[in-house]
């Protein structure tokens, strides 16, 4: 079965509500058999620049049915209100092509 990737780039505008965020969702990924690629703040471009992104993170899952059982579980569904309360301009992206 191949792996699932959570990819998401968002602009953090209440750094202490994010900062609740993230130390609460971490266990929960983990949970769920994700872990996270790349964390957000480190990018570079050596190439293009049409893509301005402030935080883009990748987290990977085993599957989809696992990234499906974490996003969609009753735990995680407070922190989604969270995250939009400390955030704007979210992308978000699933695949499942992985290796």
């Known amino acids: 079965m191949p792996k699932a990737y959570v ?6 505008t209440e750094p202490a509500v994010f900062e609740e965020y993230r130390v609460k969702v971490g266990p929960m990924i983990k949970k769920y058999g994700g872990q996270y690629l790349t964390k957000g703040g480190a990018h570079q ?6 893509w301005e992104p402030d ?4 987290i990977e899952f085993p599957d989809k049915q696992s990234l499906d059982a ?4 009753p735990e995680y569904q407070p922190l989604i209100k969270l995250r939009k ?3 704007s301009d979210l992308d978000m992206l699933i695949t499942l092509e992985g290796a």
């Open 7 to 12: 990819i998401a780039e968002h602009l953090i």
């Open 45 to 50: 471009f050596p190439e293009g620049g049409h």
């Open 55 to 58: 935080r883009v993170v990748i």
């Open 70 to 73: 974490w996003y969609n579980s």
């Open 85 to 87: 309360e400390s955030t």
